[in-house]
T-cell receptor
Framework: DGGITQSPKYLFRKEGQNVTLSCEQN?????MYWYRQDPGQGLRLIYY???????QKGDIAEGYSVSREKKESFPLTVTSAQKNPTAFYLC??????????????FGEGSRLTVL | GQNIDQPTEMTATEGAIVQINCTYQ??????LFWYQQHAGEAPTFLSY????GLEEKGRFSSFLSRSKGYSYLLLKELQMKDSASYLC???????????FGAGTRLAVHP
């Protein structure tokens, strides 16, 4: 079945460690996104990518890094520079450009907790 | 700049009608979107308005006024399962940067 898969679902990290969250899609979408959600809050855009080998910073990119070496994959690294990384991380994909109707397909999310 | 505002919380009674409002200020408007998110889950797409007027889809309808920078989501015949957060979103500067409001938590009571 087509869809978008995030892993791991739950992750615990010690302070000072980098962690990488995986996001894979087989929907043949050009655009992929990473959002962060804090308890009781909306979604804030971290990074987005419209095409392979290209990505742009969103509103809260500091302390995060991404890569887009393959169309299907858009991993997010939470670095030690991110001062408050405990949050729910959501990956999404969509068509790009004017074919983008705003319908994002989301993964199930990764819940990161810093100990 | 870009800004999307919606009420933080609302409550309603099972079987009733509720209207969730959203005001927005975004550069290069290309559409207004509503998503539903149950607690602990990913958001799911509900509706997309790019032209003024009301779009009806079953129990859910969405309205847009571009001149007023205003939208609302109308939920009819409320059911307990409609208890969720409702997120208003809009493109900012093109078709590839979708920005979300903080969401409205709706609690449906018997």
């Amino acid at each position: 079945d087509g869809g978008i898969t995030q892993s791991p679902k739950y992750l615990f990290r010690k302070e000072g460690q980098n962690v990488t969250l995986s996001c894979e899609q087989n929907l043949n979408h050009d655009a992929m996104y990473w959002y962060r959600q804090d308890p009781g809050q909306g979604l804030r855009l971290i990074y987005y990518s419209q095409i392979v080998n290209d990505f742009q910073k969103g509103d809260i990119a500091e302390g995060y890094s991404v890569s887009r070496e393959k169309k299907e994959s858009f991993p997010l690294t939470v670095t030690s520079a991110q001062k408050n990384p405990t949050a729910f991380y959501l990956c999404a994909s969509s068509n790009s450009g004017q074919a983008n109707t705003g319908e994002l397909f989301f993964g199930e999310g990764s819940r990161l907790t810093v100990l | 700049g870009q800004n999307i505002d919606q009420p933080t919380e609302m409550t309603a009674t099972e079987g009733a009608i509720v209207q969730i409002n959203c005001t927005y200020q975004t550069s290069g408007f290309n559409g207004l979107f509503w998503y539903q998110q149950h607690a602990g889950e990913a958001p799911t797409f509900l509706s997309y308005n790019v032209l003024d007027g009301l779009e009806e889809k079953g129990r859910f309808s969405s309205f847009l006024s571009r001149s007023k920078g205003y939208s609302y989501l109308l939920l009819k015949e409320l059911q307990m399962k409609d208890s969720a957060s409702y997120l208003c979103a809009s493109f900012s500067g093109g078709y590839n940067k979708l920005i979300f409001g903080a969401g409205t938590r709706l609690a449906v009571h018997p």
